[in-house]
């Protein structure tokens, strides 16, 4: 029986199988190094299962690009300061109640508290803020006049005032407090009243505990449209 030959179309079709193969094998094991770049890769074609462990550190990723949405919960307790929840990082600093102080939380252990009093006249007092024995009461007087004092839950405790008015006048004064003994803020200072004033408040207990206070006083304020207002915040 005579043999049989392979056909032209066979011999071919072979010839570029075996091309087609060695050229794969020689991609795959002959690329110079650093040939392939981010050029070459098809965009969302690398899975984060083909990416070696530890190959993506802190130098890799953009700085503030990680907000707390992206961490798992339990990786708060590593952050610095108190990160209470995802989301809820915004709120610090606000005081939407006149006549009331809202504590927005702690960063590292100290506390910052706002203050937002804003009345007409004849508001008797109130406790604007209470801080590591530090009481500040403010009222507004039949003529619409700010009235502060201030009182210490303990004794020997340690007052620092100062404040700066609008024609950048500046008073000071620096005292100690028996327990419960209240101060009037104008009187301490030499001052007929407050109308427009800044005040910075420095005040610690017998334990060391401060308390820092800064006020802005306007008579004023908001086109005339409260008699008294004092707003700041403390820091304690």
């Known amino acids: ?120 006249p004849s508001t008797p007092a109130a406790g604007v803020l209470s801080a590591n024995g530090l009481t500040i009461s403010a009222s507004c007087d039949a003529a619409g006049t700010l009235l502060l004092s201030l009182a210490s839950a303990t004794g020997d405790a340690e007052y620092a005032l100062l404040a700066t008015d609008d024609t950048g006048n500046v008073r000071g004064d620096s005292f100690n407090a028996w327990s419960g003994e209240e101060f009037d803020v104008a009187a301490r200072l030499g001052l007929p009243d407050l109308t427009r004033e800044s005040l910075r408040l420095t005040y610690q207990n017998p334990s060391g505990k401060p308390v820092l206070v800064e006020i802005t006083i306007d008579g004023d304020a908001f086109n005339g449209a409260t008699s008294c207002y004092a707003g700041g915040y403390a820091i304690s």
Do not use: C, E, W
Not at 44 to 73: E, F, P
């Open 1 to 120: 029986m005579p043999r049989r030959l392979p056909s032209p179309a066979l011999v071919v079709a072979s010839l570029a199988l075996a091309v087609a193969l060695g050229g794969t094998t020689y991609a795959a094991t002959a690329l110079p190094k650093n040939s392939v770049g981010a050029k070459q890769l098809k965009s969302g074609s690398v899975g984060t299962v083909k990416l070696a462990k530890g190959s993506v550190t802190s130098r890799q990723i953009k700085d503030h690009t990680i907000v707390a949405a992206d961490l798992a919960k339990n990786a708060y307790p590593a952050l610095p300061g108190k990160v209470a929840s995802a989301g809820h990082a915004d709120t610090a600093g606000r005081a939407d109640t006149a006549g009331h102080a809202d504590t927005a939380g702690s960063v590292s252990g100290a506390t910052f508290t706002t203050i937002d009093y804003r009345v007409g």
